[in-house]
């Protein structure tokens, strides 16, 4: 484990000049723009996202700094090896199903506890864990637009993460984190898992978003980060249903008209990209799926034939 308690030692794994680091902590609202995303819900989303110089430093603080650091195995999000398919793996075949809902997760993250939790006394000197905690902090969050703050974010809640599956282990319970979503699969009542997690969060600073508490016994469908886990994982039927529509319009009709009818808007190869992006997380869920096997071949044929008229349009442009 390397220990940083000289600023030289710190400006120089950075790469970044110590009058640098400074200058940027010492005026970050200059360092900042506010983006507004629609959420499905018909709410808002507000990013505060850094500009160059300062996402430059939050990139090397997690590739130097953050990265060798330990996480829990139960975080299935932002960490090398996870994903939405690996998180709901874990709940395939489960008799019940609770999901919880973090409420404001980024936002209600203090200052102090990544301070702790990212830039512990053990590893940095006092000064530098105040420069890069600065560093990584805007106004009262972690700023969602900041490419530090997932990583920060899984080290915050490493404790937690460990302590709820330990005391779920116990019960026979499963858990997994992805974000701020919280997945218990097994048998068991559900108020005895909400109230322990309730206090858990609490402790901690962090409350329960109660509108989206889920609770799925048998018999019901079970999804998980979007992917069904009944029996084994698949990505939602409607999903599978409106997308094997598209691909039979395509091939009945042909993109363009296909594309005219329903007003798409774009290239035909940008609506082709779309498409094969969209396949490829089905096959990504069940990788054995024969009929997207085959759509996905189709979609790479019609994309390769786009390529070469585009080359030869342009070789004519040339000569002519």
Avoid at 112 to 132: D, W
Avoid at 202 to 227: C, D, H, M, S, Y
Avoid at 304 to 318: F, N
Wanted: hydrophobic residues 40%; contains cysteine.
């Amino acid at each position: 484990m390397i220990v940083y308690r000289e600023l030289s030692s710190l400006e120089r794994d950075l790469g970044v000049p110590a009058s640098t680091l400074y200058a940027v902590s010492n005026a970050l609202e200059r360092h900042y723009h506010t983006v507004s995303l629609p959420k499905p819900d018909g709410g808002c989303r507000v990013l505060s996202v850094p500009d160059p110089l300062l996402k430059m430093i939050q990139r090397r603080i997690v590739r130097v700094l953050l990265a060798p650091m330990p996480v829990s195995p139960y975080a299935m999000a932002y960490r090398y090896g996870a994903s939405v398919v690996r998180n709901a793996a874990q709940h395939v075949g489960r008799p019940a199903m609770l999901k919880l809902d973090i409420r404001h997760f980024f936002d209600s993250i203090l200052y102090a506890s990544v301070k702790e939790a990212a830039f512990p006394a053990e590893i940095y000197g006092e000064p530098l864990r105040i420069l890069l905690t600065i560093l990584c902090y805007h106004r009262d969050g972690l700023p969602q637009g900041a490419p530090s703050s997932p990583a920060i974010s899984n080290l915050v809640l490493r404790t937690f993460d460990d302590e709820t599956a330990a005391w779920c282990r116990d019960r026979k319970i499963r858990y997994t984190r992805y974000c701020d979503d919280l997945t218990f699969s097994g048998s068991f009542e559900p108020e005895a898992v909400i109230a322990f997690v309730r206090e858990q969060l609490r402790k901690r600073g962090f409350f329960l978003n109660e509108k989206k508490t889920v609770f799925v016994p048998a018999g019901r469908q079970q999804v998980v980060t979007g992917i069904v886990v009944n029996e084994t994982p698949n990505a939602p039927a409607e999903y599978r249903r409106r997308l094997r529509q598209e691909l039979r319009f395509c091939r009945k009709f042909g993109v363009s008209d296909h594309m005219a009818r329903l007003g798409i808007p774009g290239s035909e190869e940008h609506y082709l990209h779309h498409l094969l992006g969209r396949v490829n997380y089905v096959l990504q869920i069940a990788p054995e799926k024969a009929e997207f096997l085959q759509a996905r071949s189709w979609l790479l044929q019609q994309l390769s034939c786009s390529g070469k008229d585009k080359r030869l349009s342009a070789e004519k442009l040339e000569s002519g």
